[in-house]
């Protein structure tokens, strides 16, 4: 059975203090890993796709990696408007539905 | 150009009642997703659509639940004689084509059953 777990499941940083949060996963047969950022009261925004072991992606203050079992989420100088839960999902080869894991939930102080 | 749309965004239901949840899904997008969300944890997959098949409804909870996307288009995720454990979000996600890689989701539909 297809596992996604986050950690830490919550986290509270200063702004432009940079960190990481990790996605660890079980799946048999990767087609997609997926991370997204869910606001308050709203649905879940899409970020990244990463397909293969050492594929990287960036966007303004975010970049997400891969490799065979977990994917790092590393935020660089983060904002207040940065504050939001993160969510890793997994979708395996033969299927399309996502698995997700609990999320972490990201506080950035001014 | 508009997103997923679901509605109502709110719903009250006392516990017994049968209710209706619509999806209106990104114009164009072949795959449609229905998935639960409950406080403080990720979704978690009920059921997909490839137009207006149902190909997989794995993970609907019970025989209560019904899903439907009848032109291929909007989806409505029906859920008979509620429970309180059926108090959630329920999330609707749409993706342009198959495998659906990237999926789009609604804002959802906040259910309470009392």
């Known amino acids: 059975e297809d596992q996604v777990t986050q950690s830490p499941e919550a986290l509270r940083l200063q702004e432009g203090e940079s960190s990481s949060l990790n996605c660890s996963y079980t799946?048999?047969?990767?087609?997609?890993l997926f991370w997204y950022r869910q606001d308050p009261g709203k649905g879940p925004e899409f970020l990244f796709t990463?397909?293969?072991a050492g594929e990287e992606k960036e966007k303004e203050r975010l970049k997400a990696t891969l490799t065979k079992k977990e994917s790092f989420l590393h935020i660089t100088a983060p904002k207040p408007e940065d504050s939001a839960t993160y969510l890793c999902?997994?979708?395996?080869?033969?299927?399309?539905?996502?698995?997700f894991g609990a999320g972490t939930i990201l506080r950035v102080k001014s | 150009g508009a997103g997923v749309s679901q509605s109502p965004r709110y719903k009250v239901a006392k516990r017994g009642q049968d209710v209706a949840l619509r999806c209106d899904p990104i114009?164009?997008?072949?795959?449609l997703f229905w998935y639960q969300q409950a406080l403080g944890q990720g979704p978690e997959f009920l059921t997909y659509?490839?137009?207006?098949?149902?190909?997989?409804k794995s993970g609907l909870p019970s025989d209560r639940f019904f899903a439907e996307r009848p032109e291929g288009s909007v989806s409505t995720l029906k859920i008979q004689r509620t429970q309180q454990e059926d108090s959630a979000v329920y999330l609707c996600?749409?993706?342009?084509?198959?495998?659906?890689?990237?999926?789009?989701f609604g804002p959802g539909t906040r259910l309470t059953v009392t």
């Open positions: 996600a749409s993706s342009l084509a198959v495998p659906a890689y990237e999926q789009y």
């Open positions: 799946v048999s047969g990767l087609r997609g």
């Open positions: 990463l397909y293969s």
């Open positions: 999902a997994v979708q395996e080869s033969k299927g399309n539905k996502l698995v």
């Open positions: 114009s164009g997008h072949v795959s």
């Open positions: 659509f490839q137009n207006e098949a149902q190909l997989d």
